[in-house]
């Protein structure tokens, strides 16, 4: 039987670094963080291999677990998770795959558009307002909402700045960002198909990213943008 890639002891090191977030308790369990990362380094390699098989990718990246505290209130050294991205290739492509690995069922896939620059953002809210319908038949598809739920993100409250508030289309209009998120229980991150259940994730994404980068790669009359 194949084993699976992330184990028990990874998910109790994430568990007891929560309660000991502190960098004397990190130096005496250095060696469970070192084996607990061996296996995000698979996990890496496993979804680069599966994931080529299904989009272009440019590379799978690991977030370091060092958080950066020069500028936050919360000052605790560690991030109680791990995490990582997988770059889609060429500027054709728009859109990543992001995956979370943490305890307690706070695993995750996602991707979507975090911060998008002004520039695209006003491109989607154009796409948007000329025609909302091809952008809900996507989120409104039934393999979309049984695994992702809805369309999320952080909204304006009202109409952004040169867009009728009175527009159809205003609720989709407000979004400032696009994601799209499924949580995975601990059973599921440590199954050995786990992988294979995170590109099956990656796949349901594809409408979306593919709407996504024929709009941020053309312009308002579908001219491609060079």
């Given amino acids: 039987m194949a084993s699976s890639i992330i184990t028990a002891p990874t998910l109790k090191f994430l568990k007891a670094l929560k309660q000991n977030n502190d960098r004397d308790w990190f130096a005496d369990n250095k060696n469970r963080y070192e084996t607990a990362r061996e296996e995000l380094k698979n996990l890496q390699a496993a979804l680069l291999d599966e994931m080529s098989h299904q989009d272009e990718i440019a590379q799978v990246k690991l977030y370091r677990i060092y958080r950066d505290v020069r500028f936050s209130k919360n000052k605790d050294p560690y991030k109680t998770h791990f995490s990582g991205y997988i770059e889609r290739a060429t500027k054709w492509r728009r859109g990543g795959y992001y995956f979370q690995i943490a305890p307690n069922g706070n695993s995750m896939a996602g991707g979507g558009f975090w911060q998008p620059v002004k520039e695209d953002l006003l491109r989607i809210r154009q796409e948007i307002a000329a025609n909302d319908k091809p ?67 990656y796949k349901k994404m594809r409408p979306f990213f593919d709407y996504m980068s024929e709009v941020l790669t053309t312009d308002e009359n579908g001219v491609p943008i060079e």
């Fill in 135 to 201: 952008l809900r038949k996507i989120i409104n598809a039934k393999p979309f909402k049984d695994t992702f739920g809805q369309l999320d993100g952080e909204q304006l409250k009202t109409a952004p700045r040169g867009f009728d508030k009175e527009h159809p289309a205003v609720d989709l209009l407000r979004y400032k960002q696009f994601l799209i998120s499924r949580e995975f229980s601990d059973k599921e991150v440590l199954n050995e198909n786990f992988v294979k259940e995170l590109c099956k994730t």
